[in-house]
């Protein structure tokens, strides 16, 4: 569903679906938590917000600073599937 189109019921629908959803467990780089309340999540948001182009550059610069970073902060694995994850959904918007 894309954030442009969504009628007042679908986003309800979506709120309740949500709000039922358990997770078991935080995956801090394919669904971090803080990333994930409400209905929309925070990368489709961003999307929505901006043209094409500046969402490709914004993907492309969130993996350069996870794998700029990753032998700093202590958690180098994770930040490198940060930037793979980055990499991975630039690849899918080029690819789409």
């Known amino acids: 569903m894309s954030i442009n189109n969504a009628t007042p019921d679908q986003w309800d629908a979506m709120k309740k679906l949500n709000d039922l959803s358990i997770r078991k467990t935080s995956d ?18 961003i999307k929505a917000s901006m043209p094409e182009n500046e969402f490709r550059g ?8 996870y794998l700029w970073r990753y032998d700093y902060k202590g958690k180098p694995i994770e930040d490198l ?13 080029v690819n789409s």
């Open 28 to 45: 801090p780089v394919m669904k971090p938590d803080h990333y994930n309340n409400g209905a929309i999540e925070a990368i489709e948001a």
């Open 58 to 65: 914004y993907l492309k610069g969130n993996a350069l600073k």
């Open 81 to 93: 599937r940060k930037c793979k994850w980055y990499v991975d959904r630039l690849i899918q918007e």
